[in-house]
């Protein structure tokens, strides 16, 4: 079912917000978790579920602090039959939902996946900054983003996102190639996504083409700027002496892996003591080398987080903006997920059905690898 | 002998896979077992091989495990160069007099470390397990992986048997093992039962001479070329042609050499030749792109799992050319060797330049067995394999004496190991109450428990005679282990691993408390589980014990550098020591079994099955769906070969339901397995006057033999009109339980379609049985009505093996055989009730049409319904096609990969009676290595899940090949989830433990955390 709906007042934040209104008011969705205005003025997200409070939601808030699918982690880990949650999020963050669901860390069955268009994003902190005193901000990223303009100022991992639409959803709000001060894309892709559009006044159409080449333009474009920085990204870091000093500010806080949404480990072994060393040994390790970085382990820590996320990693670059000395993981990330997913046909968050690379073997895959 | 008169020992004689896994089979199962094999070692024909299809496994490395198992099998006893005589006595009570070749080596002296291979003068002789290619002396091992590895000496050759000069070996022997004084010996063994695995050999090529084997250099056989292509063969792997050691650019197969020829009394198809050819041809590919190999053929018989698969990527993915042409003749260009084959093809006569030529060899029956069957008093057929049963394909004319393998008749490897386990099942049967009377019984003394002492560690460093001492500074690096923390003990050998040195090390470990053992010597893969068994003999826990390889590690790649060679050595010691010093004692779970076999499926597989379980002395639940037993063999008359398949399986019938071990249940359906090997629980769900009733049967292990259903076509009119029928009514109607809309008697012209709903898209693989279904009824309508014309329209005549004879029968009663391509399908029309149908005849290069009275379907099996839900209940894998998947295509034809299941019949693909019979045996065979145990040990190094670090995200199930891992709620309370292991399902595989990025799992004795303190015990 798919169609497009009136937006109310020009305002494509509030015409979704009245979406969020109707489906709580309806019984249709029993809270939503949604982006929102923290009190400082910077981006959030919060479990919604009394439609008075909903001025406070900012559904098309163009700024990330966090991959929500985090959050979806700890609190739908297991379904619940009185529940019924809708998740109104980027298409990035319904991947890595979709790669928790797969890794059995989510459970979808209290879910509804109410995906939103996007066309990038800022980072959250200094995003109050960005913003200034403007009300309509929201709604004016949207407008200008309808058609595409390249900004430099959003997400390293945003420059280089291929997809604007997200991959796997119940629900989606399109504006990208759209009036979006006038009307706004909506698809539901599978039955609980039926359910929630019933009532609501669609126009019935196909998806227009207008938006099907402002879709794809941007995809292209994306793939463009990604290709030119892991260019850049080799040169600064391809060889093992680049590799190491790619990685020496790094001051092992493990930040990265604790905002990874699909790194999903209860305990990592790197925060175990599975590395910890006496003092004796440390010392006999400096001997022989004369001298030793400390802290020890940070490049094979994020070899192994390389390793481990390759197949799973959505590319959100939500790791680049915790690291403190800012080591430009997200290119880096795009890169190794990209060539490692291309070798398994696989594309994180692409479908439910796929199964995950590691979780199969197929006779014909890496027959390269041995023989010559 | 025990009270009944019988003898719990059998003598299997043949030495090839065959015979090893029948020799398995029993050892496992409580018999002594006498392993007899002419040759110096065993391994037989598939020692040879390259590699093997359809998987493309390496023939030696899935053999060797086996050989390996079966050398060091407590109830094995090996006897190599060694001939049967001949036998008296009754089944149950036979004495076998054997003649015993010297060897010239004492085997119980020998290390197998080969310095005397290279002192002997005499190097010029043809290597005849090389098909000649290479050299070999006097004094040598049949084959690199050889068991036993001991070498033998050809006195033929020998200067100190010919001339009574040299005496080189026995200089160079450190173990004093080379004999000259050893004598042909006569023994007499007393066995219960005979199984003869004898193999067979590749036909001579004398039967082609125009093929010019013999006379052109470049023109080899099918098994030199398997030489040629292996790594381990005379040139080392690399494609070359003999006459001038070049690589070959074009090489041509010429197929059916002393196969379906009748001008030489080779009538039979050999069953395998066109799979080996089109294998021999991707691996050519494999190993030099620019090769072009192509395949002459006539019918390409590619009839098992997964074999048309095989065929179409040769073809499609590695540019194989499959040339249907029978070659008359090769000629050598004398200049350049090169070689010219002429065949008629497409435009009459044509010839075609080659650089090598293989001729794809049949198979025979060794002409030595003619004495031997002799010896041992049963019958051949007129080919000279060993005459047997449709029924029981197993059992010789003689009661007592069966047969395993190619003997029987030409078949594949998966064919042989199948008849071999149902030999085994056979030898059983007789000896149901001699069980474990003869089995070796180990005695093993109490463990010490070394928990919480200081760790004393013993190192034992080897030389290997010259084989590491040659090399390496064996006592320097002994005296360096011996400087290593915590190392109390350290001590060099001239041989770690003869029978004096093991009872040293026994002594060393109770003088010096040693606790710990490490082993400085050759590969862990031969050689860890001897020393696992001294130290346990010893009292200490096998996982106590740490192995390093300072032979291949060290001496071997690195024989021109003694001191790095040195040094290397001491590196790996010190990683060994630092291995040893947090090994624990791993206990062994023993786990009991119920000694009752369920065998799912009442057909003729499964009422086989059930018979050789109950003859092998367990209980059997017999369960089938259907009301009455009997399944697919209920619809088929006779069998091809002529057999009344009605009277014997009434006969099979009476003998189940009265058979006081087996239970049937009839009308019931299997609602859910729980459990596992040894421990299954099954409950069962039917109707009993209108109530509905549920029952609970325990039992150890489960054969699935679920069979297949008959497709009904959806093609060529069927259903239009009633003229058109399937093969299965056709059959029905000539056994007078169908009435025919055209009397047989009547009919002018019958038109049959085979490959009908196979070998397609949808459904691509070939039904294996319509060919001769089609042969049989088309023989039988003649029979009936000599003057009906018939035309069987074909792709590819697959009348594999004996049943090639009855193809031949159907052509010279005027049976007409028309080829279509799958381009060009027949086609058909339904005019006024009746079918017309059209097919392009390549020889007459024109369309022919035809309207017959009958047009009958050959439209293949499809698999069983309800197979998905219980392969998910026994959880165990189907393969792409439907049908059940057994745990590897070669070598464990009947086994699934979880443990405790087996197959046979129809549920594993089509295949005969005879076949399915000889499957339904070996699942018998194979599930009494289980029942007749007491307890089952499960592995120690398994895998271990720490709960806390677990995440659940069930990656490790769908890794697991024995899906011994499953996630579970391990706190009700709490929901807690996490991994658990099933410890009589792991095999310590690892593959859990390798994807687990929490490192939640690990396997017990290689710990993560001990193998990072080796590495940098490296380091440091």
Known sequence: MKGTLKVEAKSPEATIRGLFARWLKEGKLSAILSPAYSAAGTATLALFSNPQKLDEAAPLLPAMGVNAASIVAEFARDASPNAKVGLFLRPCELRAVVELIKLKQVAPDSLVLIGADCAGTYKAAGFRNVRGKDADFDNKHVREQSGYAENVNFRVACQMCEYPKPLVFDLNVGFIGMDADTELWVEAATDKGKGLVEGLELSAQDEPDKRKKALEGLSAARKATTAKRIEELDKAMMGPEKLVEYFSDCLNCHNCMKVCPVCYCRECFFDSDTFQRDIGEHVRVSLRKGATRMPSETLLFHLTRMNHMMASCVQCGICEDSCPVTIGLATLFKKVSQNAQKEFEYVSGRSLDEPLPLATFRESEFTKVGEE | MSDSGKVGAVLVVGGGIGGVQTALDLGDSGYKVYLVERASAIGGVMAMLDKTFPTNDCSMCILSPKLVAAGRHENIELMTQTEVLGVSGEPGNLKVRLKRYARSVDLAKCTGCGDCLTKCPVRDLPNEFEGGLSKRRAIYRMYAQAVPNAPTIDRTQCLKFTRDKCGACQKSCKAGAIDYTQQDEEIEVEVGSIVVAAGSKIAPTGLRPEYGHGRYPNVVTSLEYERILSASGPYSGHVKRPSDGKEPKRIAWLQCVGSRDDSVERGYCSAMCCMYAVKEAVITKEHAKHVEPAVFYMDMRSYGKDFDKYVERAEQQYGVRLVRARVAEVREDPETKNLVLRFAGDGGQRSQEFDMVVLSCGFVPPPELIELSKRLDFELDKYGFAATDQWGPIATTRDGVSVAGSFAQPMAIPEAVTGASGAAAAAEEVLAAERGKLAAVKEVPAETDVRGEAPRIGVFVCHCGIN???????????????????????????????????????????????????????????????????????????????????????????????????????????????????????????????????????????????????????????????????????????????????????????????????????????????????????????????????????????????????????????????????????????????????????????????????????????????????????????????????????????????????????????????????????????????????????????????????????????????????????????????????????????????????????????????????????????????????????????????????????????????????????????????????????????ACAANCRSLAIDIRGFQAENISREIAALLD
Request: charged share 25%.
């Open chain 2, 468 to 990: 590491i001492g040659g090399v390496v500074r064996v006592p320097e690096v002994t005296e360096y282990a011996r400087s290593l923390p915590h190392v109390v003990f350290a001590e060099e050998n001239l041989y770690s691993c003869s029978g004096d040195t093991q009872e040293k090390i026994k002594d060393r470990i109770r003088e010096h408390r040693l606790n710990r053992v490490v082993v400085a010597s050759c590969s862990p893969r031969t050689h860890e589980p001897l020393f696992q068994a001294t130290v346990t003999e010893a009292g200490l826990n096998p996982h106590l014990f740490a192995m390093t390889n300072i032979r291949d590690q060290c001496s071997w790649v690195h024989m021109k550098e003694p001191d790095k060679a040195t040094e290397k050595s001491k590196d790996l010691v010190k990683m060994a020591v630092a291995r040893a010093l947090r090994l624990k004692p791993l206990p062994k779970v023993k786990l009991p079994v119920t000694k009752a076999g369920l065998v799912v499926g009442g057909g003729v597989a499964g009422m086989t099955s059930a018979l050789a379980l109950a003859g092998e002395g367990f209980d059997v639940f017999l369960v089938e769906q259907e009301k009455t037993l009997g399944g697919n063999a209920r619809t088929i008359a006779t069998t091809v070969e002529g057999d009344d398949v009605k009277a014997r399986l009434e006969e099979l019938v009476g003998k189940v339901t009265s058979h006081p071990r087996i239970k049937v249940y009839s009308g019931a359906r299997i609602k859910a397995i729980d459990g596992f090997v040894g421990n299954f629980q099954t409950t069962l769900q039917r109707e009993e006057r209108g109530e509905r009733r549920e029952e609970s049967l325990k039992h150890g292990a489960v054969v699935v033999a679920t069979g297949a259903q008959y497709r009904t076509p959806t093609e060529y009119g069927y259903g239009q009109s009633d003229r058109v029928l399937s093969q299965k009514e056709l059959e029905e109607i000539l056994s007078g339980s169908r009435q025919s809309p055209v009397a047989i008697r009547q009919s002018q012209s019958i038109v049959m379609i085979q490959c009908v709903g196979s070998r397609d898209e949808e459904r691509p693989y070939c039904s294996r049985i319509c060919c001769a279904e089609a042969v049989k009824n088309g023989l039988k309508v003649k029979e009936v009505n000599p003057d009906a014309d018939i035309y069987v329209l074909y792709r590819d005549i697959r009348t594999y093996g004996l049943r090639e004879e009855y193809y031949r029968q159907a052509r010279q009663k005027g049976v007409v055989f028309i080829r279509y391509s799958p381009e060009q399908k027949p086609e058909v029309r339904i005019e006024d009730g009746k079918p017309l149908v059209s097919v392009f005849d390549p020889i007459l290069g024109q369309p022919v049409e035809l309207s017959p009275d009958l047009l009958v379907l050959s439209s293949g099996l499809v698999p069983q319904a309800g197979s998905d839900e219980l392969a998910k209940m026994l959880k165990v894998p189907l393969n792409a096609d439907g049908f059940f998947l057994e745990a590897h295509m070669k070598l464990r034809p009947v086994d699934f990969a979880t443990e405790g299941v087996f197959m046979a019949g129809l549920c594993h693909f089509p295949k005969f009676i005879d076949e399915a019979a000889a499957q339904a045996k070996a699942a018998a065979g194979r599930a009494a290595t289980i029942l007749s145990r007491d307890t089952l040990e499960a592995e120690a190094t398994v895998a271990s899940v720490n709960p806390d670090r677990c995440s659940a995200c069930h990656m490790c199930e769908g890794l697991c090949a024995y899906r011994a891992i499953e996630v579970k709620t391990i706190n009700e309370r709490t929901g807690k989830q996490a991994a658990v292991v099933n410890e009589a399902l792991c095999k310590g595989c690892g």
